[in-house]
Structure formats: structure tokens, C-alpha cells
């Protein structure tokens, strides 16, 4: 009982100290970066919530900002970057074609980036006014505060928790993309021969 | 606009090379037989009167229903006698090629290669004709009007997301 008190109480603590420490990894691809910038920049400055430093190396961060629309291609790639940030960590889709695919409707878009990474936290928009990501940044904080982001659950699961949510999946480990620059380029396929 | 492109080419090509010109809208087109699309090209860009150097545009058309189904559209541009022209050239589906223009304009390797891998049209004595935008593991030619438009070909899914590979 004790010691349970105790984890509790230093989860809490863990938990305060993570959400106002982001290091954001932004994955940027289209148009939704200008919105991020200004986001980021001074006039809206995402730094008061903690997300001070963009870092460009994901093994140094531990929130994945999707911004812009996510192509089929692009996704082995998406799933790399994911596998390379150390847990705990979280994924923020900005804008609706890193949510859903937007209104690319066809052959190359990939239908939102859930499909090949666990997203936490969704913002709608086209592009999403700065406004909403930092609503979307506090309700993210709020999440990791009550432990609920996807990857802090699998961990809870993993140490053998009781995991008060239902619906999580089996740990996620995706299928492992093949190492870039692998990839044979100039096969074609047999239909187009 | 550029009339003096369409009687330069119809003073030189007399032996059935072009097979239809016209105008639409103040711009000047001509429909070129298959064989002499390089030969046509080079001639346009070599003449003093048409001096067309710079091709602005190279794509493909399908069109389904007529034969030959596909056509190869050029667009050329004189930056110094500032006019403009479009060219035409069929490709029918069971022979899917046409000679490159890279010869005659270096810069038209990207612009055939992304002809090939959205349309299917083979580009003969092209350097490296090889998909520019899909990826190699995509199998068809996604702009050609019976490719379904929503047949999406994932390289990669999470667990439990429709569609996923292996």
C-alpha cells in the first residue's frame, strides 16, 4: 500500500516535470509549417508551454509534430522517425491531412497519419489557427499529466499495471520499415513493362 | 499569335509529318506523326524564325475511348521571338512509346520520367526513364483514367488499419 502511494505520488511528479519539458520533433510537409512557425514564433510562442526547443534529431525528442499532408511514400519513413524517439513519447497530427488525409481523396495520400503511428492528440483546421494548436498542446499536457498518451499506457502495461483503459491496443510495434537506401529503385513493376 | 510556327512547319514537313494544326483560343497546336516527334522538336528549336529553345511543359493525356488512346502534349515557348507553341503527338496502348526529347532539350528527363510513371508511356533513348514520384513498389499508372482513383498501395500500416501489407 505504501509503496503505492509512494509510485503514485512520484508518477505525479514524473508526469508534471514531462509535460512542461517537450522537445517537439516537427515533421513538417506541407503548407501547415507556416501556421506552425507562427505558432512557434514569438507572437503565439508555444515556448511558455514548456515546447521550447524544436530538435531536429528525433532521438532527442519526445513529441512528434505531424504537420502537413502524409503521402504513402512518406510513410516508412514517418515510422522510422517514430521508432527512433525514446519513450515516453507522443504524437500531435496538425491540420486535417495529417489527421485524416484532408480532402485528398486518392491514390498517394495516406488517410491520416494513425495508420502507421499512434496519434494523441488530432487538430482539425486547414490550416489550424495557432490558437488551436496551443489549445491542442494543453489538452496534450493534461493527457500526460493523467498518464493517458498512448505510449505512457504501453509502458503502464508493460511494467504490469492495471491499465484503466480498455480499448489500447497490444504493444505497438508496427512492421519495420526497410533501411532507406535498401530499397532496389530502379525495379519496375512488371505491369508497366 | 505564332501562325508563322504552323507555315514554317507546313513549308518544311511535306511527306505527311503532320498530321493536323490548328488554333484554339490565339494558340497555335499541331498534331505530329509518331516517328518524327524528335525530328519536329529539333527542327523548331534549331529554325531562326521559330527559335522555340525553351519547352515549358512536357505530359500525357489519356484519352480512353479513342485510339490512339494517349497523347504526348509538348508546349514551347521563343523567349526571344516570344511566342509560343503546343504539340501533339498519339501513343496507342499496345505500343505505349515514344522517342524522348531529351536529345533536344536536356532538361525534359524529369518531365518524361513523371509522363512515365503517372501515364505509362515509355520514353525510347531516354537516360534513366524510372518512377519520379511513386515509389518503386507501386504497381500500375495511377493518372490513367481506368486506374481506380482511390487504390491506395501502402508500403506500410500499423496493426489493425485496413490495408496493410504482408
Redesign the interface.
Given at each position: 500500500m505504501g509503496l503505492e502511494i509512494y509510485n503514485s505520488t512520484v508518477q505525479a511528479a514524473v508526469n508534471w516535470a514531462r509535460k512542461f519539458s517537450l522537445f517537439q520533433y516537427p515533421f513538417v510537409t506541407a503548407c501547415c509549417g507556416m501556421e506552425f512557425m507562427s505558432t512557434a514564433a514569438p507572437k503565439y510562442d508555444l515556448a511558455r508551454f514548456g515546447a521550447e526547443f524544436p530538435r531536429f534529431s528525433p532521438r532527442q525528442a519526445d513529441l512528434l509534430i505531424i504537420v502537413g499532408t502524409i503521402t504513402?511514400?512518406q510513410?516508412?519513413a514517418l515510422?522510422r522517425i517514430y521508432d527512433q524517439m525514446c519513450e515516453p513519447k507522443w504524437v500531435v497530427a496538425f491540420g486535417v491531412c495529417a489527421s485524416t488525409g484532408g480532402f485528398y481523396?486518392?491514390?498517394?495520400t495516406?488517410?491520416g497519419a494513425?495508420?502507421?503511428?499512434?496519434v494523441d492528440v488530432y487538430i482539425p483546421g486547414c490550416p489550424p489557427r495557432p490558437e488551436q494548436v496551443l489549445d491542442a498542446l494543453i489538452l496534450l499536457q493534461e493527457r500526460i499529466q493523467r498518464g493517458e498518451g498512448h505510449s505512457q499506457i504501453v509502458l503502464k502495461a508493460e511494467a504490469g499495471h492495471d491499465v484503466p483503459i480498455a480499448a489500447i491496443?497490444?504493444r505497438?510495434?508496427?512492421?519495420q520499415?526497410a533501411p532507406i537506401g535498401t530499397?532496389?529503385?530502379?525495379?519496375?513493376?512488371?505491369?508497366?513493362k | 499569335m505564332s501562325q508563322l510556327i504552323l507555315d514554317r512547319l507546313v513549308a518544311t514537313f511535306t511527306g505527311g509529318e503532320l498530321e493536323q494544326i490548328g488554333t484554339q483560343h490565339g494558340n497555335e497546336w499541331a498534331r505530329v506523326r509518331r516517328d518524327a516527334w524528335r525530328t519536329v522538336c529539333a527542327f523548331l528549336r534549331d529554325d531562326p524564325a521559330c527559335d522555340l529553345k525553351m519547352p515549358t511543359d512536357l505530359t500525357a493525356v489519356d484519352r480512353l475511348s479513342r485510339e490512339p488512346r494517349f497523347d504526348v502534349v509538348v508546349h514551347l515557348y521563343s523567349v526571344t521571338k516570344k511566342h509560343r507553341v503546343r504539340l501533339y503527338a498519339g501513343v496507342p496502348e499496345d505500343d505505349c512509346a515514344l522517342d524522348s526529347l531529351v536529345p533536344v532539350w536536356p532538361g525534359m528527363e524529369w518531365f518524361e520520367r513523371e509522363a512515365y510513371d503517372l501515364y505509362?508511356v515509355r520514353f525510347r533513348g531516354h537516360p534513366d526513364l524510372?518512377?519520379i514520384?511513386?515509389?518503386?513498389?507501386?504497381?500500375?499508372?495511377?493518372l490513367r483514367k481506368d486506374?481506380?482513383?482511390?487504390?491506395?498501395?501502402?508500403?506500410?500500416?500499423?496493426?489493425?488499419?485496413p490495408?496493410?501489407?504482408?
Open positions: 504513402e511514400r510513410g516508412p515510422r481523396q486518392n491514390y498517394s495516406m488517410p494513425d495508420q502507421v503511428v499512434p491496443r497490444p505497438d510495434k508496427g512492421p520499415a530499397q532496389p529503385h530502379a525495379v519496375r513493376p512488371e505491369s508497366a | 505509362g524510372r518512377r514520384l511513386m515509389y518503386p513498389e507501386f504497381v500500375g499508372h495511377p486506374y481506380p482513383k482511390e487504390k491506395r498501395q501502402p508500403l506500410i500500416r500499423r496493426s489493425g488499419f490495408g496493410k501489407p504482408e
